[in-house]
């Protein structure tokens, strides 16, 4: 029993070890999330080719990424064609509300949808919201910020 036991805990701990799938191939992965209709799919095929992408994690309770929200509405024009798709897993009514008090559809370049499968938080191996991964215009990954970033950060990572 013992030796199981210990095999299992040595299994166990490799696997967190293991690199996380967003760094094994680091481009922009297929997903698909339900947007606050309910109907609606959005899909990486639905992003603009030839424009940068910043996935941003979120919870809608979560402080810091209200804050996080607040920052980049105020700094849209800075952004320029910075597509930002905003995934949570949180229940739609939840989202829908964090939509309407950050008036997500003032900004076109923001695109809000419920993580379904759950498949972000593993792939990315978010520890901290709002996590954010920047991808260049050929989709491929810049950096990643677990718990948020500034927008000096964020503007630095979207010219690379």
Avoid at 26 to 45: A, C, G, H, M, Y
Avoid at 64 to 92: F, R
């Amino acid at each position: 029993c013992l030796f199981i036991l210990n095999f299992i805990c040595i299994t166990l701990s490799a696997q967190n070890n293991e690199q996380p799938p967003y760094l094994k191939n680091p481009v922009l992965p297929e997903f698909r999330i339900l947007q606050k209709d309910s109907i609606t799919w959005f899909t990486k095929k639905n992003l603009k080719p030839g424009k940068p992408v910043m996935i941003m994690l979120f919870s809608p309770d979560c402080e810091h990424c209200q804050e996080e929200t607040k920052m980049i509405q105020a700094n849209k024009k800075q952004l320029g064609d910075l597509q930002i798709v905003m995934i949570s897993y949180w229940p739609l009514d939840k989202m829908r509300k964090f939509y309407k008090d950050y008036k997500i559809a003032e900004n076109p370049n923001i695109k809000m949808g419920r993580d379904v499968p759950y498949f972000f938080a593993p792939f990315y191996r978010a520890t901290s919201m709002p996590f954010l991964a920047i991808y260049s215009k050929q989709q491929k990954l810049v950096r990643v910020y677990d718990g948020g970033a500034k927008m000096d950060k964020i503007l630095e990572a979207i010219k690379l």
